[in-house]
């Protein structure tokens, strides 16, 4: 988990020295991007429309696999999380602010699925699987200029969807999983994205 938080504000320290730069770079056509978020690894492909409009096309995901935390959930106790996805999605990123362009506003529509296995302690196994589609997708990010060379973002926001359909053998605890907010129908996101402006 240290190693977690020191790469995480690693990352972040070079992207903050990254907006402070005031250096002139030459605007970029297109861009390619590798980025990490909760919902796994990305890779993005960037057309820039003009030095404020870029448009992504992302793919995504991980394989199933043990979490590497299990939130609390009332009525559940002790439990294992197993959590997979994959994903695409297409995305508009607008930089509002002309003296400001390592802001951007991110919206667009994601497809694909995450899906949950939740075992209890006495065995039981419980789903919650995402399989709506497409689900919206609203956030801000910095970074990430529609520049020539490297460049890093961060981006935060929000996923929109109908929330996950939970199976189990208890009513009680599927209940408990549909109102805990790590299951729920808005999903908070993350990201960390490094690329290369061309």
């Known amino acids: 988990m240290k190693k ?14 990254s907006f402070a730069q005031e250096d002139a770079k030459a605007p970029a056509d297109y861009g390619i991007s590798a980025g990490f978020s909760p919902f796994g690894f990305s890779v993005s ?27 609390s959930i009332d009525g559940l106790g002790d439990y294992t999380l197993e959590s997979g996805s994959s994903w695409m999605g297409f995305f508009v990123n607008h930089r509002p602010f002309e003296d400001s362009d390592w802001f951007r506003i991110n919206t667009g529509l994601g497809i694909g699925n995450i899906e949950n296995t939740i075992t209890d302690a006495s065995g039981e196994v419980y789903t919650a699987n995402y399989k709506e589609n497409p689900v919206a997708y609203l956030g801000v ?9 490297l ?8 996923l929109f969807g109908a929330g996950p359909v939970i199976t189990g053998p208890d009513a009680a605890k599927v209940a408990a999983i549909g ?11 993350f990201q960390l994205s490094i690329g290369y402006g061309f």
């Open 179 to 189: 109102d805990s907010p790590f299951f729920g129908n808005i999903l908070p996101n």
């Open 4 to 17: 977690l938080i020191l790469l995480t504000t690693s990352l972040c320290l070079i992207t903050v020295l």
């Open 141 to 149: 990010g910095f970074g990430q200029r529609a520049v020539e060379g």
């Open 45 to 71: 492909f960037a057309r820039n429309i003009s030095a404020k409009t870029s448009i992504y096309v992302t793919a995504g995901g991980f394989p199933t696999s043990e979490a590497p935390f299990s939130p």
């Open 151 to 158: 460049t890093f973002g961060v981006d935060v926001g929000m």
